[in-house]
Every structure is written in C-alpha cells, then in structure tokens.
C-alpha cells in the first residue's frame, strides 16, 4: 500500500492554511480502505488532534450505496464491488469513529464528496474558505474532491502524508497534479507549525 513521505520535489507554490478559515476534510477512513489507511493512520491522528485543539472544523466523509438508484458508474467500473450502507466495510475504522460526532459525518455516494451531499452548504455555514484534505484514496476520492472544491473556490491544502492509495505511482501522480493545477501540497510538520506558531 502507497502512503506518501514529505514529498517535497512536487511542491510549486508554497502557502500555509489558515485556521481562521480552514476545515479538515478526512475522506473515506472506512473498514472498506483498512489495509491502506492503515499506514497513515498515526499522522491521520495527528492532524486531527491539531484541528481539534485549534477549533477548526472538521469533516468525516463515508462512502456508502443505500440502493441501485445511487450506484452510478461505480457498479460497473468496480464490477459490482461497492460499498454497502449497514455493512461493516461502510463504517468508518474504530479509532476514526470514536472522534467523529454525528453532525461531523458527511455521507458520499461518488468519489466527490461535494455532489449528491451537504457539504458546500456545512462548510458555508462555517465560513470556511479552505479545505485540507486527507485520507483515501489518495488518486480517487481525495483528489476528485480537491479538483472540484478548487473549482468551486476554495483555496485547497493537499496532505502529502495523510493519504494513501494502492499503487505508489498513482499517489505520486495525484501530488504532482494537485501541486501543478489545484492544491497546495502539505505535511503534518508544516501543519503543526503553522497552527501553533501563531
């Protein structure tokens, strides 16, 4: 499984989010992505733990298919392999659940945490003008939310080291195109300096 070191050779442009305006996007940290959320779950933690202790918002994305109706593209291109709402691979992994409030939990049924949910209207609501995003899958869900949240006008924060897919050559491939066209690329070390050294 590919989570990403600092990653430091795609960085183009450099910029720290501000936490005055930002939110925590943590997509996807479900059973169903054990196996490769697994190696960033510590970092996971971290940056949590930092957004919490400086007051801003986060937000639990969890993919999962009430009925056909919503299965989409992804039942063909998955070969029926989706994830179920009220199976076990839908809820979000023990240690991610326990931090997650109800109202913090955003239901997906896409790789775009935006369409066919309430979080443009949540993250209105908070005066939120920047997103972070982290988990998985790192060339899925984590960077088709990142394009259109850009597209929508929000400056975008990339983790370098809080997401993951299964394939090192496509994780390097999303970084290098969030830092070209969409994101700036961040690390925890950066995110904790910034959040603290204010």
């Excluded at 209105?124 to 088709?144: D, F, Q, R, S």
Aim: with cysteine; charged share 25%.
């Amino acid at each position: 499984m590919a989570s990403s070191s600092p990653s430091k050779k795609y960085v183009i442009r450099k910029r720290n989010p501000d936490p005055k305006t930002s939110a925590l996007l943590v997509i996807d940290m479900q059973n169903y992505f054990s196996s490769m959320a697994k190696p960033i779950m510590n970092n996971t933690l971290l940056i949590v733990d930092l957004c919490r202790r400086a007051s801003i918002p986060i937000f639990f994305t969890r993919h999962c298919h009430k009925s056909p109706t919503d299965y989409g593209m992804l039942d063909e291109w998955w070969n029926g392999d989706l994830i179920l709402d009220g199976s076990p691979d839908s809820e979000l992994i023990p240690e991610i659940g326990q931090l997650a409030a109800a109202d913090e939990v955003v239901e997906k049924n896409t790789y775009n945490a935006f369409m066919n949910s309430d979080l443009q209207e949540r993250l209105a609501e908070k005066g939120v003008k920047e997103v972070i995003v982290t988990e998985v899958m790192t060339n899925l869900c984590c960077e088709t939310t990142a394009r259109d949240a850009f597209v929508r006008g929000f400056r975008v924060f990339f983790s370098t080291d809080a997401t993951a897919t299964n394939n090192a050559e496509l994780h390097e491939a999303t970084l290098k195109n969030m830092a070209y066209g969409f994101a700036y690329l961040v690390d925890y070390e950066q995110i904790q300096k910034r959040l603290f050294s204010l």
